[in-house]
């Protein structure tokens, strides 16, 4: 084989036929594909044993350029077809030992141009499917080849070990016969006695080795150690000179006579006399070090990330499958799992091409922090890396890599005469082997990096098994969620909205239940953030909405209310958000039968800070219907109160933290004070005020007297089932 790598993707070393490149772009289809098999076969041709004429050649090359170019313009990318080029260019003797480079070469420099892929493919993805296409050439006529010399390796096995037979039954009449195979074999033969001394060799074996017979005859065998041997080869060994196995096969490293390193595919067979007694060892061997090179530079590109060069998460789990395995060789094992804080907005601001080299900047920094053997980082995609650690101190050691790897990253990033600022969020999980299963251990990693998230990231965290839990709870509920609302899980209670000048019944807020079937019940607050955040907060809220207007309408049909009734249903900021809010609100207030005036939706307070006009437009429309809008959670957004005039609200509703100090008497003076001035500010500005909260009737009584209109909270009754509207309790909560 030449001396250029295939795998390499660079032009061979050897100049191709003089060429010409045309002075205009190439012919396009059948022509265009012609013309590259004539290129091809003017390249490869002068290096082949073919028996066809130069024209046959290229005719034979015309449907695998064509496969070639199948492959080049495939989508999805699929490089396999090309291996069945290879293969045909050997079966075609395409086999002298320049033959690959040619190949490979003609390829590098012809494909593309020849034969384009579709024009919404960039030239540099063309250049990289081209270089995958001479990968996998590569592989299918080493492939090809090596099955080509083992069948020429068995024949002369086969073919030596019956001239041996024929010369124990016939003595030296076929002497003559095994020295013309011995000697005329392409692959390397020696004879050594079972001593392991070398008798004989040929002058293929020679070769291999870069010396003569004489440097070679008379050594023993078991001198000719590698360090990259297996310890299974010389145990076969011994087997065999002893008499226990009668042949073995292995893959064995041996030094030629100038240090290089020769691999070969090692054949042994034993030699019996006449009364079966071990007497020789009939060695074949095949030089495979091309395709032990070629092997590993695609195993290196299998294993390795593209962009940066760090090991990639399919070397990164052998690593830690083999870290975790019990009895592997290593007591513990610790996992740092980082992710880059806000890097979607390097990319988004500065385009992807900032960001690919941002990334390769943090690589090289992350790698400088592992140095130790027994030390990994690797890149699993995006802006995403892992560190693994082995050895008694894993945990610590783990820590102490987080420290290194913030520390590294604290120095911004210049680019471009930019300086770019990086920070991350790392999980560190550590744990003995054989306890943890890969996915678990980088599931825990994952979710403690997301905790060093959610607490401000540019920091690390250690795994918690009750966080873990947690988290694992939050995904299966995510999960649940949307068949939840199919298959009616979902339930509304109703918590009273009770007049503090009289002590009657209002309205009632409509509070959502899911009705888990393993959890049980399970609070607003457990689920609808994860409703939230998975966007099924809308048809939710619109469940919530037909349900608690039908119920609305039903109380008023019922004639049992003094006075109207009103129903408060909570709009999250999705909700708010969601175009069809207006037309959906009056969908079911029209299929309800239900008076605009009896529905008030409740908005916090944080939703609407900052909003502009075009946010408020929707509850303007809704408050122009008659809906009332009620501030939600007053009080704890910081807002300007100014503010209160340009919305649409027609309710404030006080949050509890400011009537607690009122639960006993004496009133705590200061939440007196500031009760009293919000609500003379909403009066003013013609707003009644609702509490929440309200658990003591001292509380209750405070609140009526400082002029609050509504109020709710288990003083008056917890959220129970419609048909308990009416029933107020009037019991202190703290009894």
Same mark, same amino acid.
């Given at each position: 084989?030449?001396?250029?790598?295939?795998?390499?993707?660079?032009?061979?070393?050897?100049?191709?036929?003089?060429?010409?490149?045309?002075?205009?772009?190439?012919?396009?289809?059948?022509?265009?594909?012609?013309?590259?098999?004539?290129?091809?076969?003017?390249?490869?041709?002068?290096?082949? !044993?073919?028996?066809?004429? %130069? *024209?046959?050649? $290229?005719?034979? @090359?015309?449907?695998?350029? /064509?496969?070639? +170019?199948? =492959? #080049?313009?495939?989508?999805?990318?699929?490089?396999?077809?090309?291996?069945?080029?290879?293969?045909?260019?050997?079966?075609?003797?395409?086999?002298?030992?320049?033959?690959?480079?040619?190949?490979?070469?003609?390829?590098?420099?012809?494909?593309?141009?020849?034969?384009?892929?579709?024009?919404?493919?960039?030239?540099?993805?063309?250049?990289?499917?081209?270089?995958?296409?001479?990968?996998?050439? !590569?592989?299918?006529?080493? %492939? *090809?080849?090596? $099955?080509?010399? @083992?069948?020429?390796?068995? /024949?002369?096995? +086969?073919? =030596? #070990?019956?001239?041996?037979?024929?010369?124990?039954?016939?003595?030296?009449?076929?002497?003559?016969?095994?020295?013309?195979?011995?000697?005329?074999?392409?692959?390397?033969?020696?004879?050594?006695?079972?001593?392991?001394?070398?008798?004989?060799?040929?002058?293929?074996?020679?070769?291999?080795?870069?010396?003569?017979?004489?440097?070679?005859?008379?050594?023993?065998v078991g001198e000719m150690v590698h360090p990259d041997d297996s310890p299974d080869v010389w145990g076969l060994y011994s087997e065999l000179v002893r008499g226990e196995r009668d042949y073995y096969r292995v893959e064995k490293a041996y030094y030629r006579g100038d240090g290089?390193?020769?691999?070969?595919?090692?054949?042994?067979?034993?030699?019996?006399?006449?009364?079966?007694?071990p007497q020789y060892q009939l060695a074949l061997l095949e030089d495979i070090t091309e395709r032990r090179l070629l092997h590993e530079q695609l195993r290196y590109e299998a294993t390795h990330d593209a962009l940066t060069g760090l090991p990639n998460r399919t070397l990164f789990?052998?690593?830690?499958?083999?870290?975790?395995?019990?009895?592997?060789?290593?007591?513990?094992?610790?996992?740092?799992?980082?992710?880059?804080?806000?890097?979607?907005?390097?990319?988004?601001?500065?385009?992807?091409?900032?960001?690919?080299?941002?990334?390769?900047?943090?690589?090289?920094?992350?790698?400088?922090?592992?140095?130790?053997?027994?030390?990994?980082?690797?890149?699993?995609?995006?802006?995403?890396?892992?560190?693994?650690?082995?050895?008694?101190?894993?945990?610590?050691?783990?820590?102490?890599?987080?420290?290194?790897?913030?520390?590294?990253?604290?120095?911004?990033?210049?680019?471009?005469?930019?300086?770019?600022?990086?920070?991350?969020?790392?999980?560190?999980?550590?744990?003995?082997?054989?306890?943890?299963?890969?996915?678990?251990?980088?599931?825990?990693?994952?979710?403690?990096?997301?905790?060093?998230?959610?607490?401000?990231?540019?920091?690390?965290?250690?795994?918690?098994?009750?966080?873990?839990?947690?988290?694992?709870?939050?995904?299966?509920?995510?999960?649940?969620?949307?068949?939840?609302?199919?298959?009616?899980?979902?339930?509304?209670?109703?918590?009273?909205?009770?007049?503090?000048?009289?002590?009657?019944?209002?309205?009632?807020?409509?509070?959502?239940?899911?009705?888990?079937?393993?959890?049980?019940?399970?609070?607003?607050?457990?689920?609808?953030?994860?409703?939230?955040?998975?966007?099924?907060?809308?048809?939710?809220?619109?469940?919530?909405?037909?349900?608690?207007?039908?119920?609305?309408?039903?109380?008023?049909?019922?004639?049992?209310?003094?006075?109207?009734?009103?129903?408060?249903?909570?709009?999250?900021?999705?909700?708010?958000?969601?175009?069809?809010?207006?037309?959906?609100?009056?969908?079911?207030?029209?299929?309800?039968?239900?008076?605009?005036?009896?529905?008030?939706?409740?908005?916090?307070?944080?939703?609407?800070?900052?909003?502009?006009?075009?946010?408020?437009?929707?509850?303007?429309?809704?408050?122009?219907?008659?809906?009332?809008?009620?501030?939600?959670?007053?009080?704890?957004?910081?807002?300007?109160?100014?503010?209160?005039?340009?919305?649409?609200?027609?309710?404030?509703?006080?949050?509890?933290?400011?009537?607690?100090?009122?639960?006993?008497?004496?009133?705590?003076?200061?939440?007196?004070?500031?009760?009293?001035?919000?609500?003379?500010?909403?009066?003013?500005?013609d707003l009644s005020v609702t509490v929440e909260g309200v658990e003591t009737g001292t509380q209750a009584e405070h609140l009526r007297v400082l002029g609050c209109d509504t109020a709710q909270g288990w003083y008056y009754a917890r959220p129970g089932p419609p048909e308990r509207?009416?029933?107020?309790?009037?019991?202190?909560?703290?009894?």
């Amino acid at each position: 084989m030449s001396s250029a790598h295939p795998a390499s993707g660079q032009a061979p070393s050897q100049p191709l036929p003089s060429e010409p490149l045309p002075p205009e772009p190439p012919p396009s289809g059948q022509d265009a594909l012609r013309r590259f098999a004539a290129v091809w076969s003017r390249a490869v041709y002068p290096a082949t !044993a073919t028996s066809m004429t %130069r *024209a046959e050649f $290229e005719d034979h @090359l015309v449907p695998l350029a /064509a496969i070639l +170019r199948s =492959a #080049l313009r495939s989508q999805p990318f699929d490089p396999e077809p090309a291996a069945e080029v290879g293969v045909a260019l050997v079966r075609a003797h395409c086999t002298d030992p320049d033959a690959l480079s040619l190949i490979l070469g003609a390829v590098d420099s012809y494909l593309v141009l020849y034969c384009p892929p579709d024009r919404n493919l960039s030239g540099e993805e063309a250049r990289a499917r081209c270089s995958r296409l001479q990968h996998t050439v !590569a592989a299918g006529f080493a %492939r *090809a080849l090596r $099955e080509r010399t @083992l069948a020429e390796q068995e /024949a002369l096995s +086969r073919a =030596a #070990l019956a001239a041996q037979a024929e010369t124990e039954r016939a003595l030296h009449t076929s002497e003559e016969r095994f020295r013309a195979v011995f000697e005329g074999a392409a692959i390397g033969v020696g004879i050594a006695d079972v001593d392991g001394r070398i008798m004989d060799v040929n002058d293929a074996l020679s070769r291999m080795f870069g010396t003569n017979a004489a440097e070679v005859t008379g050594r023993n065998v078991g001198e000719m150690v590698h360090p990259d041997d297996s310890p299974d080869v010389w145990g076969l060994y011994s087997e065999l000179v002893r008499g226990e196995r009668d042949y073995y096969r292995v893959e064995k490293a041996y030094y030629r006579g100038d240090g290089s390193v020769l691999w070969t595919d090692l054949s042994v067979a034993l030699l019996r006399d006449a009364h079966g007694r071990p007497q020789y060892q009939l060695a074949l061997l095949e030089d495979i070090t091309e395709r032990r090179l070629l092997h590993e530079q695609l195993r290196y590109e299998a294993t390795h990330d593209a962009l940066t060069g760090l090991p990639n998460r399919t070397l990164f789990f052998e690593r830690l499958d083999r870290a975790l395995a019990p009895g592997g060789g290593e007591d513990r094992f610790g996992v740092c799992y980082l992710d880059l804080d806000g890097f979607k907005a390097v990319n988004d601001s500065l385009g992807h091409a900032v960001g690919d080299r941002l990334l390769v900047a943090v690589a090289e920094r992350l790698r400088s922090c592992a140095e130790e053997p027994a030390e990994l980082v690797a890149r699993l995609g995006g802006d995403e890396f892992v560190a693994l650690l082995t050895g008694p101190t894993a945990q610590e050691d783990a820590t102490a890599l987080a420290r290194r790897m913030l520390s590294a990253l604290a120095e911004p990033v210049r680019l471009d005469g930019r300086d770019l600022s990086v920070r991350a969020s790392i999980g560190i999980v550590d744990g003995a082997s054989g306890e943890s299963g890969a996915a678990e251990v980088l599931r825990s990693a994952d979710i403690t990096m997301y905790r060093a998230k959610a607490a401000g990231g540019n920091r690390y965290e250690l795994a918690d098994a009750d966080s873990d839990a947690r988290a694992i709870a939050r995904h299966d509920l995510t999960n649940c969620l949307p068949a939840a609302l199919d298959n009616g899980e979902f339930f509304i209670e109703y918590q009273p909205l009770v007049r503090l000048h009289d002590g009657t019944v209002r309205g009632a807020e409509a509070l959502v239940r899911w009705l888990h079937p393993v959890h049980g019940v399970l609070g607003p607050d457990q689920f609808i953030p994860l409703a939230e955040s998975t966007g099924l907060i809308v048809p939710l809220g619109r469940w919530v909405l037909q349900e608690a207007a039908r119920q609305a309408r039903a109380w008023r049909a019922e004639g049992t209310c003094e006075g109207p009734m009103r129903v408060n249903v909570n709009l999250s900021p999705a909700q708010l958000r969601h175009p069809s809010l207006v037309a959906d609100t009056v969908a079911v207030l029209d299929s309800s039968g239900l008076d605009p005036s009896a529905l008030c939706l409740e908005v916090t307070e944080n939703a609407l800070i900052g909003a502009d006009e075009e946010e408020l437009r929707p509850l303007r429309q809704l408050a122009d219907l008659g809906v009332d809008i009620a501030l939600d959670d007053f009080g704890t957004g910081y807002s300007n109160l100014s503010y209160l005039r340009r919305l649409p609200v027609s309710t404030l509703k006080l949050d509890r933290s400011f009537t607690r100090g009122m639960q006993r008497a004496p009133a705590d003076p200061v939440d007196v004070k500031i009760v009293e001035g919000i609500v003379s500010l909403a009066h003013t500005l013609d707003l009644s005020v609702t509490v929440e909260g309200v658990e003591t009737g001292t509380q209750a009584e405070h609140l009526r007297v400082l002029g609050c209109d509504t109020a709710q909270g288990w003083y008056y009754a917890r959220p129970g089932p419609p048909e308990r509207l009416h029933t107020l309790s009037l019991v202190d909560a703290a009894s």
